[in-house]
């Protein structure tokens, strides 16, 4: 596949496919599903829901033209062993990190709750990052993974904009990885937050990356296939 233009904030964004991945963010029930974490902490999870179907877009489109695709899951050890005390000391007791509920323990791997959500769930050959953190590079190989494999940009997306999302996108432009955000493929709990969120990508020239829309992205993809 070669080279394509991409329209983003700030400018246009060039990219080459084949040094190309798609990272996509924490999908999990946790995050998207009544019972899990994201609603322990108060939150309406149906914020969530829009960036599903962009997600699954931009997936089958990339599994299509053989485009890598990575996965990430935030979570921790049964034993919490890997959460710092200031992850799960907060809040009341049932609802915490490790609590019982109704999809298993919360944020815990290899619980219901932290699994992926069913319509993005990964295919063989696809890696899954689990990460203690808001970060996927924190504590992970993803680093390796992208490197080995010539990866240079990221297309990202996932939930939520401004925590785990913003949080690697700030990791990865650190690492010399260029990262750009699908902005309808990202949400957040809180609309403002998406929306500043996205703002701060790209402000002062693109500071963390570019923000471009999954239309655009799918666009690419399409063409790059009819040229090579
Ligand atoms: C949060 C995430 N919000 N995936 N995690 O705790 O954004």
Redesign the pocket.
């Known amino acids: 596949m070669s080279q394509s233009l991409i329209p983003a904030n700030p400018e246009a964004v060039s990219l080459d496919w084949s040094s190309t991945a798609l990272l996509i963010?924490?999908m999990?029930r946790d995050?998207l599903e009544a019972g899990g974490?994201?609603e322990a902490?108060g939150n309406d999870v149906s914020f969530l829901q829009a960036a599903v179907e962009p997600c699954l877009q931009l997936l089958s489109a990339a599994r299509e033209r053989h485009v890598l695709v990575l996965h990430t899951r935030?979570g921790h050890r049964a034993d919490l062993s890997d959460a710092p005390d200031l992850k799960v000391n907060r809040g009341p007791l049932h609802q915490r990190i490790g609590a019982v509920g109704p999809m298993g323990r919360i944020l815990v791997r290899g619980e219901p709750g932290h699994d992926l959500i069913a319509a993005l769930y990964p295919i063989a050959g696809e890696p899954i990052i689990d990460k203690p953190g808001?970060g996927a590079f924190y504590a992970t190989d993803l680093q390796a993974l992208l490197t080995n494999r010539g990866i240079k940009t990221l297309i990202v997306c996932?939930?939520?904009t401004?925590?785990?999302?913003h949080?690697t996108v700030r990791e990865a432009n650190d690492r010399g990885f260029r990262c750009v955000v699908v902005g309808d493929a990202c949400a957040s709990?809180f609309p403002e937050f998406h929306e500043v969120g996205l703002r701060m990508i790209a402000a002062q020239g693109g500071i963390f990356g570019w923000v471009t829309s999954s239309k655009a992205v799918l666009h690419s993809l399409k063409v790059s296939l009819k040229k090579s």
């Open positions: 963010i924490d999990q995050f974490f994201g902490l935030e808001k996932g939930v939520t401004e925590v785990c999302v949080t709990y």
